[in-house]
């Protein structure tokens, strides 16, 4: 398995966040903001010349974090403007080298999640343009939208194409899951056979039975035992940190449901070091455990 991290964990630095896989013998960066500037946003100048260092710098880019369709299905204009902005992630895609482009199904209605066959002709035109431009898009389970766990994001893929989507399995994202999916064995077994990619984070709850995310490993997800058992189903992807931990803050809502920005990449830097360092561990500890097998 490989390793890398969502850059704006850790800083809006674009050469920091290369220093600092470097240092941490990290194989790739995952874009999602910089500068303060979503990565579709971005120039292509300026995309192009990240290309250039990340290849004198031997790092790759296996996905880029974008936040398509992270917004409300019944207004027609953000749903438009939002088809613009994966032909954006696309153009970023191509420079970047990168086929995996991240998505979401909606924002959850007050009334309750949308079913599967109501979302579905949604992600027609998404498919077509993915076609077109031979990306993948890879939906994530996430609270605040209409497939809060693994076990719905898999119900709404079955009826997708799979050339054209699949999955991000973000096991931490199951801690703030409102049905409470276990990230491990169920959160995994019910999404295994969708997954091109995934995101790192950990959570215990607090006092108030409410998530907090905490370092890789300290919290419920249970690392030790999902990381063997990627080894041992021959799991060769990636494994990109998106800690939403810091070691003197905690995220607003706000910013937990639509991550960027210098406000949400302050103070990460070193809650992302001990997160990275903590992941390699783990690692290290379960690849020696598969091999006494």
């Known amino acids: 398995m490989k390793l890398s991290f969502i850059t ?11 220093r600092f896989a470097r240092y941490y013998r990290l194989q790739g960066l995952e874009l999602r903001s910089v500068q303060d500037t979503p990565v579709d946003a971005l120039s292509k100048d300026i995309l192009r010349d990240y290309r250039r260092i990340m290849e004198e710098n031997d790092l790759e880019m296996p996905n880029l974090a974008g936040s398509f369709f992270k917004c409300d299905s ?4 953000a749903v438009e403007e939002n088809l613009e902005k994966l032909r954006r992630l696309c153009d970023a895609a ?6 995996y482009i991240r998505g979401f199904a909606f924002f959850m209605p007050q009334d309750g999640p949308l079913a599967p066959d109501r979302l579905v002709p949604f992600f027609e035109k998404p498919g ?18 209409n497939t809060t766990n693994h076990r719905a994001l898999a119900a709404l893929l079955e009826k997708l194409d799979k050339n054209c989507f699949g999955a991000i399995f973000d096991p931490g994202n199951d801690l703030y899951d409102p049905c409470r999916e276990k990230p491990y064995p169920d959160g ?14 950990d959570a215990v709850y607090d006092s108030q039975d409410m998530p907090q995310c905490v370092c890789v490993g300290e919290g419920l997800v249970g690392y030790p035992r999902l990381l063997l058992r990627l080894l041992e189903d021959g799991y060769d992807g990636w494994l990109s940190l998106e800690t939403h931990y810091r070691k003197n803050a905690v995220l607003t809502e706000e910013q937990m449901r639509l991550p960027q920005g210098n406000a949400f990449s302050s103070g990460g830097l ?8 903590a992941l390699q561990r783990l690692l290290q ?8 097998q």
């Open 285 to 292: 500890q379960a690849e020696k455990e598969l091999m006494m």
């Open 94 to 99: 191509d420079i970047l080298g990168c086929r």
């Open 128 to 145: 077509e343009i993915l076609r077109s431009r031979r990306k993948m898009l890879l939906l994530e389970a996430d609270p605040s939208v």
């Open 270 to 277: 070193e809650a992302t070091a001990e997160s990275v360092q």
């Open 188 to 201: 995994y077994e019910a999404i295994r056979a969708h997954i091109r990619h995934i995101h790192i984070k």
């Open 8 to 18: 704006d964990e850790a800083t809006q630095d674009f050469e920091e966040a290369v």
């Open 74 to 77: 019944a207004d027609r204009h």
